[in-house]
């Protein structure tokens, strides 16, 4: 749910005898908005957000198991190549996205010779927010419709809700093809959407209509009374039923990045009359763990080139592509502030149910305008005494009065949010969860949020709004990149590919255009103030 002010002074804000009793803090997204649209900008310069930090909390997904994590430290005592034709900075869904989009194009052999791509990692492979987040594979259907056609026109809003469709289509047709819903843990449950107060059922039931309007198919979206939701899942308030699907992450990921580089050596080049006594890949693909791009300076080979400068020394590369979603003022500092990416920190839990696998729903869930969200993890061998484990993530509504913005640490974690999370299930589901019991795993991740939660992909920008040769950045992706950047690394893809085709690069028609619109001079945030044309963009200075 986004842009809830307006709805939120102007209606009740009633809550039903249930809502009542919860040990939350209803009502705080507009608050939060508020207090994100008067952040400082932080001083310009190098470094304006911080690398990520070198020891931070093990979450389930990592770190569950010994070989959670097999590609954790791939690369990390191998020498660097002195040249690279592509550096992807992230290994996470985003930047992985770009190297198996980009190598599938690569296979089709439109470029002759080649291709070197490198992925460079600060920490653990896929160990930011992709390894640290909730597991859920949602698309937002019809939510926050209503706002978005406001801010960004009906044609926009549609293009925006049909990428995310289409990014989990494609992801699961992806796992279908390979045959690897047992190795990702990809589940088809559904998401069940509850509505704590009369607000949060009004707005749904706005942006509902309003997108069923537009030409939306929204045949497969069950609408629940209170005594319905209580009776299929245990929960007394009313809710909403939409397709969904639940994922291991770091998995998923893990299998992209493996198939896009283990490929590689069946698709062959045939440059001559006479290669085929000497086949070899269209492309190459390297990673390197642990290696942080410290700054990005102009290189010094005799053709247009960018030096990437690491703990471990240089690397020349034709084109970068930024993938560090709330890091990226690192390298890029005017990104930074509430006109760019603000980093934010949330928090999950791994905790256990009190009741047996057949005793609860195999649906996630999400409530309390989209600050709590929760699944069930499906493998039996995470279960003790057959009661399964859920994914729980969320409480930053009880982190003010700054809600965790800024914060770049995820070695910690809040005690107020904690507290909360501890608090949700069991106030939620009182049959199906022990009030008081401690999680089994708790984690802290730094998610990248823009002003309008929408996320800014394509050429990267200058300060004074020029584009810069050969960059690349598919970044701030508001808590919501699962069902977006594997999508947009597709449009990243097809144009790092133009531009090393020597071809004009073009962003594909199907990208939101206020997905590839830069940013705007932080000036206090109004209804209009919502993005502007890349030409336009000024520094923050």
């Known amino acids: 749910m986004r842009g809830r002010a307006e709805l939120a002074s102007s209606t009740s804000q009633a809550l039903s005898p249930s809502a009542q009793e919860l040990p939350l803090n209803l009502h705080t997204l507009a ?107 949602t698309p937002n259907v019809y939510g926050s419709f209503t706002h978005l056609s406001q801010v960004f026109g009906k044609d926009e809003c549609l293009k925006s809700l049909h990428l995310e469709r289409q990014c989990v289509e494609d992801i699961v047709g992806i796992i279908k093809k390979n045959k690897w819903e047992a190795d990702v843990d990809l589940v088809d449950g559904g998401n069940l959407r509850l509505h704590f107060t009369d607000d949060e059922e009004l707005e749904e039931e706005m942006d509902f209509k309003a997108a069923q309007e537009a030409g939306i198919d929204l045949t497969g979206v069950e609408w629940l009374d209170a005594e319905e939701t209580k009776e299929k899942y245990g929960a007394s308030f009313p809710s909403t039923r939409i397709n969904a699907y639940n994922v291991y992450p770091l998995k998923l990921v893990t299998k992209l990045f493996n198939f896009a580089k283990t490929t590689a050596t069946s698709s062959w080049s045939y440059l001559n009359p006479f290669s085929w006594f ?9 990673l390197y763990t642990h290696t942080p791009v410290t700054s990005i300076t102009s290189g010094t080979l005799p053709w247009n080139v960018w030096a990437l400068e690491t703990p471990k020394g240089s690397v020349m590369a034709k084109v970068i592509v930024h993938c560090t979603n709330a890091y990226v003022s690192h390298l890029l500092p005017h990104l930074s502030g509430p006109d760019g990416v603000v980093p934010t920190r949330g928090q999950v839990v791994a905790t256990r149910a009190a009741v047996p696998r057949d ?40 982190s003010g009065p700054k809600y965790e913005f800024y914060t770049t640490d995820d070695s910690s974690i809040n ?111 109004t209804s209009d103030d919502s993005w502007v044309d890349a030409g336009q963009a000024i520094d923050h200075v």
């Open 31 to 137: 608050k939060t908005e508020e207090v994100f649209a008067k952040l400082p900008v932080p001083p310009a310069g190098p470094g304006t957000s911080s690398l990520p930090h070198p020891n931070p909390t093990h979450s389930f997904w990592t770190h569950s198991t010994p070989d959670a994590n097999p590609l954790a430290k791939e690369g990390s005592n191998a020498p660097l190549p002195p040249v690279v034709d592509v550096a992807i900075i992230g290994s996470g869904i985003s930047g992985i996205g770009v190297a198996y989009h980009l190598a599938e194009l690569l296979k089709k052999g439109q470029i002759r010779k080649p291709i070197t791509i490198a992925v460079f990692e600060a920490r653990d492979f896929c160990a930011g927010a992709t390894g640290r987040n909730g597991g859920h594979l």
């Open 359 to 398: 005793k609860l729903w195999n649906t996630s869930g999400v409530g309390n305008e989209g600050f709590e969200y929760w699944f069930p993890r499906p493998a039996k061998s995470d279960d003790k005494d057959g009661k399964p484990l859920i994914i729980l993530g969320g409480g930053r509504e009880s």
């Open 415 to 525: 005690p107020e949010v904690s507290d909360t999370l501890r608090k949700f299930l069991p106030a939620v589901y009182p049959d199906q969860f022990e009030k008081g019991k401690e999680p089994e795993m708790e984690w802290t991740g730094i998610m990248g949020y823009t002003k309008t939660y929408e996320p800014i992909i394509g050429q990267v920008l200058d300060a004074a709004g020029q584009v810069v040769p050969g960059q690349y950045m598919s970044v701030g992706f508001s808590g919501h990149g699962m069902t977006r950047a594997f999508r947009c690394s597709e449009a990243i893809a097809s144009m790092v590919h133009d531009e090393l085709s020597g071809k004009p690069v073009t962003v594909p028609d199907w990208v939101p255009g206020h997905y590839n619109r830069g940013w705007k001079k932080g000036q206090g945030r």
């Open 278 to 286: 000497r086949p070899a890949p269209r492309y190459f693909m390297s």
